[in-house]
C-alpha cells in the first residue's frame, strides 16, 4: 500500500465505518493524463448505486477538509464486483469454497497464474484444486507467493 492510500484509509474508514460500509480496496492511479482515487466498499447484501453516492458525498466532503493528494484527480467509489479482490485473511477465509484467481510473484509447477476452487486456508498456505487437462488436482500456494488474489467467475 502506498503512503497516499495509507493517509486516504485513515481518513475514509471512520466515516464508512459510520455507514456500515466495509473498505475493500483503496487504489490511486494514473490513467494517460488523468488520476483516479478508487475506493471499492461492501456491505452485507452487497452495495447499489445509492450506497457508492452517499459514501462518495462523505469521503468527498472529508477528503476536501485535509487531502494528502496534491494534484487533481477523480473520485470513484463502487462495488468491488463479482471478481471482488481477495487481500485479507478474512478475505481468503470467505473465499474457501469458491472459485479464485491467484497470480503469483514466482511460478509453482512452472505456472504463475492459477485458476480452480479454493480449498482451505491457513498462515501459511492456501490449498486451491484446479483441472489441469482433463484431472483435478490440489496445488498448495505459499501466501508470500501471492502478489495478487480475487473471486473469479467460472463457466
Known sequence: MSKITEQVETIIQPILDDLKFELVEIEY???????FLRVSIDKEGGVDLNDCTLASEKIS?????????P?????????PGAERPIKKDKDFQNAVSQPIFVSLYAPIE???EWLGI?????????VM???????????????????????????
Open 29 to 35: 492511479v494514473k490513467e494517460g493524463k488523468d488520476r
Open 61 to 69: 466532503e472529508a477528503m476536501d477538509e485535509n487531502d494528502p493528494i
Open 71 to 79: 494534484e487533481m484527480y477523480y473520485l470513484d467509489v463502487a462495488s
Open 110 to 112: 512452472g505456472d504463475k
Open 118 to 126: 479454493l480449498k482451505s486456508v491457513d498462515e501459511d498456505n492456501i
Open 129 to 155: 484444486e484446479v483441472k489441469e487437462k482433463s484431472k483435478t488436482k490440489e496445488i498448495e500456494i505459499p501466501r508470500n507467493k501471492i502478489a495478487k488474489a480475487r473471486h473469479a467467475v467460472m463457466i
